[in-house]
């Protein structure tokens, strides 16, 4: 029997994750076990250039020497206590440094962190309410799977069964980039919104980025009006750039929320704000929250060694977006070449290729006609030339250190040649 039959056998659609699944692309899903700096390789021994870098963790590339060879000393010392270490400690030092924030909690998974921050936010303001906007994306938490993003919108099922309609009528959407939207709301709702969430750089609904304006009036808004402001930073913390993105926006969210990259590729989540908001956690306030494995020593040495390499790399972040602007005009000028109807967006080293054709994209609005079956062909010719990216049109392109930019040129060639099958094929 293959993988995957015996994967479907005993796992929902074979996968632990949706996206995973390959279905948006037409494909059945590829198993994988051996990776290496820009390389990994599937059960078959086929080698891929990776651009999905485990959405976003293995930024050091895979198997970073920086952090693996450490990591199998760790082993020795210990796996976990559920109880307090001196790494917790240090990670949660180099943490709030790093990020400019007073006090973070760590727990296992962005899901957990957005989750908990929510809870966090209400507690302090004693209200109910939140805001998120359509397309954004932050976990899988009940009141967040609204006109949610990636997985959702692939699935076109913008929310799931199973929530309680009850839940997310505490949750309003509103239009990303539209600030006039957020400010409806707050007056019709005024005095009910603890919370705003958003990805200051949308990485779920492809990359969209928010404008400095909108940013700013959205900062605005809120501090007029006793909302806190939080940053859904599981991609941009330190995928951007070093440490937080709120510097490039030249705002203070009041909360952070971080996740891919913070745990080297173990799974970790972090939230983060001021010592005033922070002490209403357990157990010093009474806004509850807990993980027996939050903390691991493991995840916490490996992301702490992914932090402090990133730290002694700080040019990294020009080179990953220098390459990414490489990669962008490559697209673009094959998409000239051959015709074929797309657009290239970009924040720094985050980035997506759109199929369809399209004015700005400021929103899910203008992202959601995308042509879904172009990117299913063209993810099938690149996966035959031994390029992996994601397997859905709604998600980045993650650039890492092991990229080069003769793997950029060759990654160009290939887009070419893909978009001159597709359109042999129409
Ligand atoms: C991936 C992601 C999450 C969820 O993180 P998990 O670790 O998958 O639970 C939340 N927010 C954003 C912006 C993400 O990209």
Not at 356 to 370: H, L, M, P, R, W
Request: aromatic share 10%.
């Amino acid at each position: 029997m293959d993988l995957y039959e015996r994967a479907k056998n005993v796992i929902p659609g074979g996968v632990n994750s949706p996206v995973r699944a390959f279905q948006s692309v037409g494909m059945d899903p590829i198993f994988f076990e051996r990776a290496d700096g820009p390389y990994i390789y599937d059960v078959d021994g086929n080698k891929y250039i990776d651009y999905i870098d485990s959405w976003g963790p293995m930024i050091l590339g895979h198997r970073p020497k920086e952090v693996v060879e450490n990591a199998k000393k760790y082993l020795d010392e210990a796996i976990t206590f559920g109880l307090p270490t001196e790494v917790e400690v240090e990670m949660a030092e180099l943490f709030t440094k790093f990020t400019g924030t007073e006090m973070v909690r760590m727990v296992n998974s962005g899901t957990e962190a957005t989750m908990s921050a929510i809870r966090l936010a209400r507690g302090y303001t004693g209200r109910d309410m939140i805001i998120k906007f359509e397309g954004c994306y932050h976990g899988h938490s009940d009141g967040l799977l609204v006109k949610s993003g990636s997985g959702t919108l692939t699935y076109n099922s913008p929310s799931s069964l199973g929530v309680p309609k009850e839940i997310t009528d505490f949750t309003l959407v509103c239009e990303y980039n539209n600030i006039e939207d957020v400010k409806e709301k707050i007056y019709k709702f005024r005095g009910k919104i603890a919370c705003v969430i958003i990805e200051p750089v949308a990485g779920n609904m492809g990359v969209v980025p928010a404008d400095k304006t909108f940013i700013k009036e959205l900062r605005k808004v809120t501090e007029e009006n006793g909302i806190l402001l939080i940053f859904d930073e599981v991609i941009t913390g330190f995928r951007t750039q070093f440490g937080s993105i709120a510097k490039d926006f030249d705002v203070k969210p009041d909360l952070f929320c971080f996740g891919k990259i913070i745990g080297g590729g173990l799974p970790v989540g972090a939230f983060a704000g001021p010592r005033e908001i922070m002490n209403k956690l357990s157990p010093v306030g009474g806004v509850y929250q807990a993980g027996t494995l939050s903390g691991n020593p493991l995840a916490m040495k490996m992301g702490r060694d992914t932090l402090l390499a990133l730290d002694e790399n700080r040019e990294l972040y020009d080179k990953l977006e220098q390459l990414a602007i490489r990669l962008g005009k490559g697209f673009e000028e094959n998409l000239r070449k051959t015709g074929i109807k797309g657009k290239v967006t970009r924040y720094k080293s985050m980035m997506s290729l759109f199929f369809g054709d399209f004015g700005e994209i400021k929103s899910y609005n203008d992202v959601k006609n995308a042509d879904t079956k172009m990117y299913a062909k063209y993810f099938r010719a690149m996966v035959h030339q031994n390029f992996m990216f994601a397997p859905a049109q709604f998600e980045a392109i993650f650039f890492q250190k092991a990229h080069t930019e003769d793997i950029i040129d060759r990654t160009i060639e290939a887009n070419l040649l893909a978009l001159k099958w597709i359109k042999d094929e129409d």
